[in-house]
């Protein structure tokens, strides 16, 4: 059994046919599905699908790209909507400097705010980071001093230097399909030696779609050609591959009670 361990189902491009989508993912040996949220008002959304199908959790949180509508946002909400028990974890929350949709302040002090969330719970932190390497690494770190934390780096696409010292704070790291592009090199040498403990796959669904499907939307069914890939830089089988990685899902997602 194989874990897409991060998608959106409520996304254009899955909902108009997500009991489509997922009968496909189920029929390739994909068993479970963390659906995730960007926006409060996303929530609800998310929380339904995860109520209506046994196989699907939810994680709750608010994206940086989001980070300015949310400014005022308290951990009190998060921690409300945290309680019901489809809700596996917070976010995806963290930095993007890439495309600066909210002012960076704003993001850093909402990134703390799931953190603190995060620590209160237990609930695993799920983190997005694009062009912002140094600022998360500095956040991440200041705050596990206060006290630690679960987190998980989704869709890894950061330096080797960023996978040491996040590896260094217990975190895990998790593979999307853009490990099987062609140009993908370093993250290729980064998830061949990746600790057997830490490693995640997920899809990003509907974005992202690995290769063979390139150009193609993405679905959580893929989640099975990006493990084969990763399998193959480890030099394992997919067989060991799903079942490391699931296993690591659970002890990540102890909520979910895989």
Known sequence: MLIDSHCHLEYKGLVEDQQGVLARARAVGIGGFLSISTRQR?????????????DVWASVGIHPHEADGHADMGEGALLEVAAHPRVIAIGETGL???????????????????????????????????????????????EMEQGAYPALIHCFTASADFARKVLDLGLTISFSGIVTFKNAKDLQAIAAEL?????????????????????????????????????????????ALAETTTRNFARLFGKAGL
């Open 42 to 54: 996303e929530w609800g959304q998310v929380i339904g699908t995860a109520e209506r199908e046994a």
């Open 195 to 239: 600790p057997e403990d830490r490693i995640l796959v997920e899809t990003d669904a509907p974005f992202l779609a690995p290769v063979p499907h390139r150009g193609r939307v993405c679905e959580p069914a893929f989640t099975a050609d990006t493990a084969r890939f990763v399998a193959g830089l480890r030099g394992v089988s997919p067989e």
């Open 96 to 142: 993007d400097y890439y495309y600066d949709h909210s002012e960076r302040q704003t993001q850093k002090a909402l990134f703390r705010r799931h953190i603190s969330v995060a620590r209160e719970t237990g609930l695993p932190i799920i983190i997005h980071t694009r062009d912002a390497e140094g600022d998360t690494a500095a956040i991440l770190a200041e």
